[in-house]
């Protein structure tokens, strides 16, 4: 049986150490502020706007929700990042993906200053760990590489496998493991063969979307499988995963729900906080 990466419990630790931060910034009269911009009606992302939220009320974080309506033209949103770029009381600003499909999402990430992408998916930041310099770092991969390390899960010289080719996991995740110095492959829907890949894999991240999509004739015994997808089956969310049989020959395993979605949002708020304490000096 695995060992459980468990979500819930790193994040609510993680939590603990972020407020002691917030605190401390509030001593010294530094307030934190995040912005998030919601354009449209997308019933996914109003969830996930009302739980960044949520944990950003739970910090002590000001949090500031701007709802847009879809018919939202590029300069309209254009403009407001600039005014929150400018807000001193704004050390974050996230445009909640995806957008509405008239707009242009690379021109719209591109606007928001790199010090304030607290995703991480402004081009700067990406090129920043793309060449090993200190940037702001997504939040999902971030997450994921704190799990990986809070469970002690060998890397160094270790065969590191991702599915997914995204901007936002699969490349970013890739470059995290290979600082790391895990020996990287990236996997996509142009892969011959995943199972070859993936059975060399000491640690496997499943960034698809697909429920049930890794299987355990797919994974080495022992190795550590991060689970990153969020699917809807049957009104319950499940990862990418075949959880009931890969946990049994896994020797780590993170779970859907209460695994890597609960870093993401930590991650978000250390993002937020940090870019703050820059602020602060
Ligand atoms: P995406 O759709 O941009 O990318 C999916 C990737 O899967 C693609 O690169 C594609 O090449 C690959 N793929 C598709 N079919 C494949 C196949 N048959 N074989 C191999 N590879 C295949 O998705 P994304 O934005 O990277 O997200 C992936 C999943 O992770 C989604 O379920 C998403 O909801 C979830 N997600 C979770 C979090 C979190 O916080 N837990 C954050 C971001 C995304």
Redesign the pocket.
Known sequence: MAIILDGKIMAAELMEGLKARVDALKEKNVSVGLAVILVGEDPASQVYVRNKGKACEELGILSETIRLPENTTQKELENLIDKLNQDDRMDGILVQLPLPRHLDEAAVLRKIIPEKDVDGFHIENAGKLFTGQTGVTAC?PKGIMHMLKKGNVPLSGKEAVV????N???KPIAMLLLNENCTVTI???R?QD?AAHTKNADILVA????AKFVTADMVKPGAAVID????RVDGKVVG?VDYAEVEKIAGYITPVPGG??KM?IGMLTENTIESAERKAQ
């Open positions: 999902t599915i997914g080719r995204s936002i996991v699969g996997c996509h829907s892969t995943l960034a698809v979307g697909k990153v997808g969020i699917n990418d890597v979605g993401t």
